[in-house]
């Protein structure tokens, strides 16, 4: 069965400190992957996906992931966060008809 | 914002009762989806539609139900609610039927009690 899972629930880290939002999923087909983000009391926002291409994937806000086919990974990064970005980040894999989101990670920037 | 406009915000509503969520997709886009997140389980997957016909169904109670009318806009109805169905219900929409580019909207947060 195709899942998504997110290996941290929480990563705190420090204003301009780089961070990495770890991405795992799980298919036996070619896959569509996608990282939202939700800001508090907000919808969701497209930050990044990859259809095919390069695997390294640059998206809005200066965040960028990375498609690894052998680990079967796609890693969220940013060089350097802002208090801004606090937020929960969620990554989802597209399975035809819907979307299947992993189950979030709350991205903490303390000052 | 993304172009996705769901009303109301909030709703909060007693067991038993019936409720009936509305969403507006972007303009030009042909798909809608609802998703439910609660604390529990989640974003889940509920249903999609395309072009006013149920393409696809998740993990929707049969308490529930969705139709698409003609001008694209979707409603969620929601029935004989109980505590656990408290949740924030998220519309998306797209121009196709797949995910490649679905918009979100601000979702409707609902408060059973």
């Known amino acids: 069965a195709q899942s998504v899972t997110q290996l941290d629930s929480q990563v705190p880290v420090f204003e301009e400190a780089p961070v990495e939002l770890r991405c795992n999923y799980s298919?036996?087909?070619?896959?569509?992957l996608f990282w939202y983000v939700q800001y508090p009391n907000q919808g969701l926002q497209l930050l990044l996906k990859?259809?095919?291409?390069?695997?390294l994937v640059k998206g809005i806000n200066g965040f960028e992931a990375e498609f690894n086919k052998s680990q079967t990974s796609f890693h969220l990064r940013k060089p350097s966060v802002h208090i801004s970005d606090t937020a929960e980040y969620f990554c989802?894999?597209?399975?035809?008809?819907?979307?299947?989101f992993g189950t979030g990670t709350r991205l903490q920037v303390f000052p | 914002d993304s172009g996705v406009t769901q009303t109301p915000k909030h709703l909060i509503t007693a067991t038993g009762q019936r409720v009936t969520l509305r969403c507006s997709p972007r303009?030009?886009?042909?798909?809608v989806y609802w998703y439910q997140q609660s604390l529990d389980q989640g974003l889940q997957f509920l249903i999609q539609?395309?072009?006013?016909?149920?393409?696809a169904k998740g993990n929707i109670l049969e308490r529930f139900s969705a139709q698409q009318f003609p001008d694209l806009h979707s409603e969620l109805n929601l029935s004989s609610l109980e505590l656990g169905d408290s949740a924030l219900y998220f519309c998306?929409?797209?121009?196709?039927?797949?995910?490649?580019?679905?918009?979100f909207g601000q979702g409707t947060r609902l408060t059973v009690v």
């Open positions: 998306a929409s797209s121009v196709h039927q797949g995910n490649t580019e679905a918009f």
């Open positions: 298919s036996s087909v070619s896959v569509y």
């Open positions: 990859y259809l095919s291409g390069s695997t």
């Open positions: 989802a894999m597209d399975n035809t008809d819907k979307l299947i």
């Open positions: 303009s030009g886009d042909l798909s």
């Open positions: 539609y395309y072009n006013g016909e149920e393409r």
